[in-house]
């Protein structure tokens, strides 16, 4: 897939390459990483040190995600997230994804010089979070979850999860067209371990290609997982080869185009090898 991604005043160019999204929590309490980034200097220099490292894309989050995490308020989410966002707006070329839930932070982030907002509730969290990215005209990534982080590991139930994730997607997709956002702003992301088991991440790993079929570019979010634990027995600092592993069989049957990642340089290297393997270098 060749295609562009509308983010506000950029046009992005999706394919043949990858491209590489790097992580940066500012949370004291994310799966990974907690704690390690959560002041505005230590989050800024993880996202420049990501951007040495080849990052194309910077994702901001200032609520944590992973399974059981409490949710926090929009008061917190933004004294986390907005001074981040205006630093490296004025220190990066590179775009800058807000990984939010709330129209509020949404508009102040992109206000700031973001240009993309992560919504893992695919615009059904905060009813106002469409009229955001409308305005801004930003470019959205729609996830799905079953559940929401506080409920989505306790009973994951799917007669079919693929058909039902791509369902889910279909259905979000025309949504977005309805209430008048470019289908060009738009990137699906299937959900990878979100309100799923082990064996539906399986699953959706084996027909991940099944995505593709809307047309829109996939990002796949599967770093340091814990379905990649549950193989290799590797705590969550070293499943990066698991890791680039999911990642190069995705990327090498043309299931994603886009990886979020903790590990730039692994993924980057990795990408670089496929473009030769290929001949997405254009030789």
Request: include cysteine; aromatic fraction near 4%; proline fraction near 4%.
């Amino acid at each position: 897939m060749s295609t562009i991604w509308k983010c506000r005043d950029r046009v992005i160019e999706i394919g043949p390459r990858a491209l590489v999204m790097g992580i940066v929590n500012i949370t004291p309490d994310s799966f990974s990483d907690g704690g390690r980034h959560d002041s505005t200097e230590a989050a800024v220099n993880h996202a420049l040190k990501l951007q040495a490292d080849g990052a194309d894309i910077l994702d901001l989050g200032g609520e944590s995600s992973r399974p059981g995490a409490e949710p926090v308020s929009v008061d917190e989410e933004l004294r986390r997230v907005i001074p981040v966002v205006q630093a490296l707006a004025s220190r990066t070329t590179l775009p800058i994804s807000v990984d939010t839930v709330k129209a509020e932070v949404a508009r102040q982030a992109l206000a700031a010089g973001a240009s993309i907002i992560n919504d893992i509730s695919a615009l059904r969290h905060d009813p106002a979070m469409i009229d955001v990215v409308r305005d801004y005209r930003a470019g959205i990534v729609l996830m799905h979850m079953q559940g929401n982080p506080q409920t989505m590991h306790l009973d994951p139930h799917y007669d079919g999860v693929v058909a039902e994730v791509g369902k889910f997607l279909e259905e979000r997709l025309s949504f977005s067209r309805t209430h008048g956002l470019d289908e060009t702003s738009l990137v699906l992301d299937p959900g990878i371990g979100f309100g799923k088991s082990v064996e539906h991440t399986w699953q959706q790993l084996r027909h991940l290609a099944e995505y593709q079929r809307f047309g829109r570019p996939v990002c796949l979010g599967v770093s340091r997982k814990g379905f990649i634990g549950v193989v290799t027995g590797r705590p969550r600092d070293q499943r990066a080869v698991g890791s680039v592993a999911v990642a190069c069989h995705a990327l090498a049957c043309g299931a994603a185009q886009i990886v979020r990642v903790h590990d730039v340089a692994e993924h980057l290297d990795a990408v670089r090898v496929l473009e030769c393997l290929t001949g997405a270098d254009g030789e």
